[in-house]
Nanobody, 112 residues
C-alpha cells in the first residue's frame, strides 16, 4: 500500500484545514485508516481512526473539532477550531492484513 498525504499548512488559531490521504496499490482488505501526529519532543499519537465497519475514535483533545471520513481509497481529516497545540507533523496510517503502512508526514502549524 502506498499512501500520499496532502493538505497541511500554516493557519491561525481558530482556523480550519483538511488533510487528505490517498491509498494505492494492494488496498483490498484494509481494516483501519487513520491519522497520527507527532509534535517536537513528543511521541506519535493517534488523532483519529476509522475502522472498516464504520466506527470511529478520536483523541480526547480533538473530539468535537476534528472529523475523520473515508471515500473509497482516501481518508480525510477535517480539522476545525485549530489550536496552537495542534501543531505537529500529521501522518496517515492504514492497516491491511495486520500490517501498518505510513504516509509521508504533512506539517500542520497553528499560530496563536
Amino acid at each position: 500500500v502506498q499512501l500520499q498525504a496532502s493538505g497541511g499548512g500554516l493557519v491561525q488559531a481558530g482556523g480550519s484545514l483538511r488533510l487528505s490521504c490517498a491509498a494505492s496499490g494492494s488496498i483490498f482488505g484494509i481494516t483501519f485508516m487513520g491519522w497520527f501526529r507527532q509534535a517536537p519532543g513528543k511521541q506519535r499519537e493517534l488523532v483519529a481512526g476509522l475502522l472498516s465497519g464504520g466506527s470511529t475514535n478520536y483523541a480526547d483533545s480533538v473530539k468535537g473539532r476534528f472529523t475523520i471520513s473515508r471515500d473509497k481509497n482516501a481518508v480525510y481529516l477535517q480539522m476545525d477550531s485549530l489550536k496552537p497545540e495542534d501543531t505537529a507533523v500529521y501522518y496517515c496510517n492504514v492497516v491491511r492484513s495486520a500490517t501498518k503502512f505510513w504516509g509521508q508526514g504533512t506539517q500542520v502549524t497553528v499560530s496563536s
